[in-house]
């Protein structure tokens, strides 16, 4: 079995925000994929989280194009962390980073701020908290995946996996293993087992990888167009501004990763999937939420002295911005994977080894076998 980087197994997020509640545009049910992240984050799981920090944009450029039935899949994202003496005992050592959420900063957020340190990795006590303490999807359309990152068996702790993971296939959530070692190690340390019972993967990765970066010509002029469409944003409510800080510092946290990370971030910031109707009046206003019908104390100062109407008319012009640079993002993003994939090809062909995806598509050929397409 190939090895992998931890690439696709993950993401996940914080709370959703307690601000002004937005209405949902009238028309039929969006169909969602839920994907839950349970990371290791003892004393030897660095390079784990840096890994998937570093693909996290990457996960969700991919599961943005999801559909089913015609209609664009909504994206949602958890992330838990396990293993760690920092972490409460009466809770098997287990935190939940963030519930299912469709706000991608805020899962940004969350991995960056896990830190590792040694403790007791009980692999069925994290499903088990996963399967309690996540809204999971009641519909039988959905895609609802848990990926388990980490290398101590499988078995240990207090909770029997084999009983937690046949009741998440029972309900419809597949159980997905990924072994920070040989494959091997992973079998006896019954990584694949847990899989099997769960209908899931069983994949292997070596940790201490770096993630192949490749430098773009278009790197530049995407991170350009970035700083520009923050420009767009319009913060509102209680923690607006909060919020759109919190947007900056996830495109710093990716300028530390590499300009791969920024590409793919900015890339991501026009898609579907990156949604912020909960803090920005231009996606709230694609949603159905007007300005002009919002309290003038949940405005932002420059809105408050306008008529409503002005109000309304500011919003459509920031959306029409935002979508002009989007249609520019997205041109050049297209550009830069394809010369980026030629590249990797060279590598590969000269003996270097080239960005493995091989968790990634075992994602994707789930939600193909659950009529997703791409």
Same mark, same amino acid.
């Given at each position: 079995m190939p090895r992998l980087s931890l690439l696709a197994a993950?993401?996940?997020?914080?709370?959703?925000?307690?601000c002004l509640a937005t209405e949902a545009s009238?028309?039929?049910?969006?169909?969602?994929?839920?994907l839950a992240i349970l990371i290791d984050t003892s004393g030897s799981m660095d390079g784990l989280i840096n890994q998937t920090r570093e693909q996290l944009w990457k996960i969700v450029n991919t599961f943005a194009a999801a559909k089913r039935d015609g209609k664009r899949a909504?994206? *949602?994202? !958890?992330?838990y962390q396990y293993g760690n003496d920092g972490l409460s005992a009466s809770s098997h050592f287990v935190k939940k980073m963030s519930g299912l959420t469709s706000n991608l900063d805020q899962v940004s957020e969350q991995l960056f701020a896990l830190r590792t340190n040694g403790g007791e990795e009980w692999c069925g006590a994290v499903v088990q908290h996963a399967?309690?303490?996540l809204e999971w999807s009641r519909h039988p359309g959905d895609l609802k995946l848990i990926y388990v990152a980490g290398n101590e068996p499988f078995d240990q702790g207090p909770i029997d996996y084999r009983g937690v993971v046949k009741q998440a296939i029972a309900r419809g959530i597949v159980v997905n293993?990924?072994?920070?070692?040989? *494959?091997? !190690?992973?079998?006896?340390?019954?990584w694949r087992d847990a899989a099997a019972l769960?209908?899931?993967?069983f994949l292997t990765i070596d940790q201490d990888r770096a993630v192949a970066r490749v430098d773009a010509p278009q790197d530049a002029e995407l991170a350009r167009l970035n700083e520009q469409l923050n420009q767009t944003y319009v913060a509102y409510g209680r923690l607006g501004v909060q919020a759109a800080a919190r947007q900056v510092a996830q495109d710093a946290n990716a300028r530390g990763m590499s300009a791969a990370s920024v590409a793919s971030r900015t890339a991501a910031k026009v898609s579907g999937a990156y949604r912020n109707e909960d803090w920005d009046l231009v996606d709230a206003q694609a949603r159905g939420q007007k300005a002009s019908a919002m309290p003038t104390e949940a405005l932002p100062e420059p809105l408050r002295a306008m008529a409503p109407a002005d109000r309304d008319a500011f919003i459509q012009t920031k959306a029409k911005e935002r979508e002009a640079l989007a249609a520019k993002i997205s041109a050049l993003a297209k550009e830069r994977d394809a010369w980026v994939a030629a590249e990797l090809k060279k590598q590969a062909s000269s003996g270097g080894k080239a960005m493995d995806d091989a968790l990634l598509e075992?994602?994707?050929?789930?939600a193909k076998a659950a009529n997703f397409s791409f």
């Open positions: 993950s993401c996940a997020a914080l709370l959703a925000f307690p009238p028309g039929p049910r969006e169909p969602k994929i839920q909504k994206l *949602e994202l !958890a992330l399967l309690q303490e293993t990924i072994h920070a070692g040989d *494959e091997a !190690a992973g079998i006896a340390g019954h769960a209908d899931g993967s075992s994602a994707t050929e789930k």
